[in-house]
């Protein structure tokens, strides 16, 4: 499956669950397409951040936010968000999602989007804890291993802005289970075990919201803590 039809299956999947009526805004964007500039000078990093800001923007629209917000680029590469609001976005060659929420809503968003395919196993042993391998193997377990990256990326960008904790990968420990058909299968979150850098967190960690969506080519992971019951 092209990666870019891959992104609209993933956003029709995200979208099925009417994530505004909750408070969460999700947008979606290719990279190229209406980038400014002549076709030289736009890199494909300009590009791809293009695509980041015009998901933002879109996901912003969506919860009544701004979406002409300027979301520059603030200390430690964080984007800058409009006032009383939150979000996250990310982007795999090309491909961007976003997603935004009132702050009276959640207290932050954290997202991820990645390629399955694209992890070497040396990445595999740096990211993953043994434990959450176990049971797993060949295809199903490469899949769990992008999974888990994704899942710790997006809680990286999630506490960044708001607890600047400096995690590494193995500290934070999932159980994942597989849903779906063997050759490729669709994987969720069955429970999070605690986050070893700092341990007096792990009732804060337990609570935060942690979701997956996948095609066969992408996985889009979130991490949210809502405010209010939804
Ligand atoms: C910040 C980081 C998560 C970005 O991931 P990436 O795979 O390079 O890129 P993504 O497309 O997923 O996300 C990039 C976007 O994240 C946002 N971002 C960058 N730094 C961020 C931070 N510290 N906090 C929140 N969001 C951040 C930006 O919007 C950026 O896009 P932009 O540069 O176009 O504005 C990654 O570079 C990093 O530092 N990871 C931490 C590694 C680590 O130790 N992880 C432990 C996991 S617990």
């Known amino acids: 499956m092209k990666s870019a039809v891959s992104l609209q299956t993933l956003a029709e999947q995200i979208e099925d669950e009417q994530l505004e009526l909750r408070g969460l805004g ?20 300009r590009l791809e951040f293009a695509a980041g800001r015009e998901a933002a923007r879109l996901a912003l ?26 979000g996250s976005l990310a982007h795999s060659r090309g491909l961007a999602i976003a997603f935004a929420c009132k702050s009276e809503f959640c207290d ?11 992890l070497r196993p040396r990445t595999v042993s740096h990211v993953c804890t043994p434990r959450e391998l176990e049971g797993w193997s060949g295809e199903a377990q490469a899949r769990v291993a992008t999974c888990l990256f994704s899942l710790k990326e997006a809680f990286y960008k999630y506490q960044s802005p708001l607890l600047g904790l400096a ?3 193995q500290d934070l420990v999932f159980s994942l289970e597989q849903t779906d058909e063997a050759h490729s299968p669709r ?8 986050i070893l850098a700092a341990p007096e967190l792990d ?19 979130l991490v949210e803590r809502p405010r209010v019951l939804r």
């Open 26 to 45: 999700f947008g979606w964007a290719e990279a190229g397409e209406e980038g400014e500039g002549p076709a030289p000078r736009r890199s494909p990093r």
């Open 61 to 86: 629209r969506r919860v009544g936010g701004n979406q002409n917000a300027a979301l520059a680029v603030g200390p430690r590469g964080i984007p800058e968000w409009p006032s009383g609001w939150r």
């Open 108 to 118: 932050g968003v954290g997202a991820d989007l990645e390629h399955f395919g694209r």
């Open 167 to 169: 995690p590494r990968f």
């Open 187 to 194: 994987i969720h979150v069955v429970a999070r075990e605690g």
């Open 203 to 221: 009732p804060f960690f337990k609570n935060l919201d942690f979701r997956l969506w996948q095609t066969d080519a992408l996985v889009c992971s």
